[in-house]
């Protein structure tokens, strides 16, 4: 079975601060996606960044970047100089050739000004 | 943001009545999902559609029941509302491993 786990319900970081998301999954596959969506208040659930397995380079856009380490299963989501528009609820994703996105508890992540 | 579109927003309703949640898509994508997530929470799946005639249910058990007749539209009916089934859904379409939501519908039954 696939699991993706966020052991960090709540985090809040201090404006322009760099603060970092955890995410660990399990899976027996090999090939698969790995993303982080952001979901602001009342908002649009949105894609953050996405890494595919198969490329051992981390993603980046803009001021998000992530770890990921295959071996230890882990997908871990940086954010740099936060904003206040970083509040929001974020995600951490996991689908894999069958097709069916698996999500992890989520982190409420605050942004103090 | 994408082109999936969820209606009503908001929607409040009396128990045992009968409501249609309504998704529609305008790219194209085959594969389409519906989850249940309560406030801060996570999100649970409760059906998905991978084409036209195709439905399943998800993880989460549901007494909601969906059709997939065109590949743009995908809507959810409660045959009768119950306080229990207060919560948001989100209606979310996926291709090329990528998902795109629509803004949900926050359903309260009172």
């Known amino acids: 079975a696939q699991t993706v786990t966020q052991s960090q319900p709540e985090m809040s970081v201090q404006e322009a601060e760099t603060v970092t998301l955890s995410c660990t999954y399990d899976?027996?596959?090999?090939?698969?996606?790995l993303f982080w969506y952001k979901q602001p208040p009342s908002r649009q659930m949105i894609l953050v960044i996405r890494?595919?397995?198969?490329?051992?380079q981390n993603a980046t856009e803009n001021r998000f970047s992530v770890n990921f380490q295959k071996a230890a299963k882990s997908f871990s989501l940086k954010i740099s100089d936060s904003q206040l528009g970083d509040t929001a609820m974020y995600f951490c994703a996991f689908i894999h050739t069958g097709n069916q996105f698996y999500f992890g508890t989520g982190t409420s992540l605050t942004v103090i000004p | 943001e994408a082109d999936i579109y969820q209606t009503p927003r908001y929607l409040v309703i009396g128990t045992g009545k009968k409501i249609t949640l309504e998704c529609s898509q305008t790219m194209g994508h085959d594969k389409m999902y519906w989850y249940q997530q309560d406030p801060g929470m996570e999100l649970h799946l409760i059906h998905y559609?991978?084409?036209?005639?195709?439905?399943e249910k998800g993880d989460l058990s549901s007494e909601s029941t969906v059709s997939r007749i065109r590949t743009e539209h995908f809507p959810l009916t409660l045959e009768s509302a119950r306080p229990s089934h207060t919560s948001q859904y989100l209606c979310?379409?996926?291709?090329?491993?990528?998902?795109?939501f629509g803004q949900g519908t926050r359903l309260t039954v009172v």
């Open positions: 890494q595919e397995a198969y490329k051992q």
């Open positions: 899976t027996s596959e090999n090939n698969y996606y």
């Open positions: 979310a379409s996926q291709f090329g491993g990528e998902a795109f």
């Open positions: 559609s991978y084409g036209v005639n195709s439905t």
